[in-house]
């Protein structure tokens, strides 16, 4: 009885584990080389005007490419794209809301965990067109991480806020780059997105970003 009791336990665990494991979305391999220059890019960066953004659907090569360029690995381990204060792994969160659902990029697998198969778009922008982005991106501030290390919170929003600043203007030159629209907001439901994303008290939405094409 004992012996059934325990190889129960061991197939819950294991069926858990699986739907933990089948719970990530490797993204395609982000593209490295070749593409627009970096000056024409620059030249071309802009805002995706909000009255009327596009609402097409990025491929999975483009979102993987914008992902890594705004916090993806690029020298080995531990060395991304963009600055880190102290060299720490990245400390803002990118969140993804699609009408697929709602995912969190993981740069160190450069992959999307599972958050919810719910589709939030239209709840979390305080401007009505936010909603129409095939992709919102919602960068969080991981406060824990930041806590630790500085227990200052002067230091730790600058810090957090200075890395979502390189982090969406990455975005902007992928976008320019490949050819899609971006924004930049401000303007967000944050308690909306507290909740939709289960967020700690220790964590801070900075902004939302906007993908369309
Ligand atoms: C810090 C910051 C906050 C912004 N907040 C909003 C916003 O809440 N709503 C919006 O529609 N655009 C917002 N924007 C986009 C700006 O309005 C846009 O970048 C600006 O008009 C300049 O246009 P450009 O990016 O094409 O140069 C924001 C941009 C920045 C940098």
Known sequence: MKKLSIFGFM????????SIASAAIKLPDPQTSGGMGLFEALKLRQSAPGGNFPKGELSAQELSNVLWAMSGLNRGD???????A???PPYVRIYAATKDGTFLYDWS???LEDISDK???ADIGAQRFAADASCIL????????LAEQYGDETVETEFANVAAGAMTQH????????????RYIHSMKIENIVSSLRLPETDRPICIFLLGK
Do not use: C, Q
């Not at 197939?11 to 699986?18: E, I, S, T």
């Not at 975005?171 to 971006?182: S, V």
């Open 109 to 111: 697998r450069h992959s």
């Open 138 to 145: 919602i960068l969080v501030e991981d406060g824990g991480t």
């Open 171 to 182: 975005a902007y030159l992928a976008a320019a780059a490949m050819n899609f629209g971006a």
């Open 11 to 18: 197939a819950a665990f294991l069926v858990l584990w699986a």
């Open 86 to 88: 102290n060299g720490l």
């Open 78 to 84: 531990s060395g991304w794209t963009v600055p880190m």
């Open 119 to 121: 589709d939030i778009r």
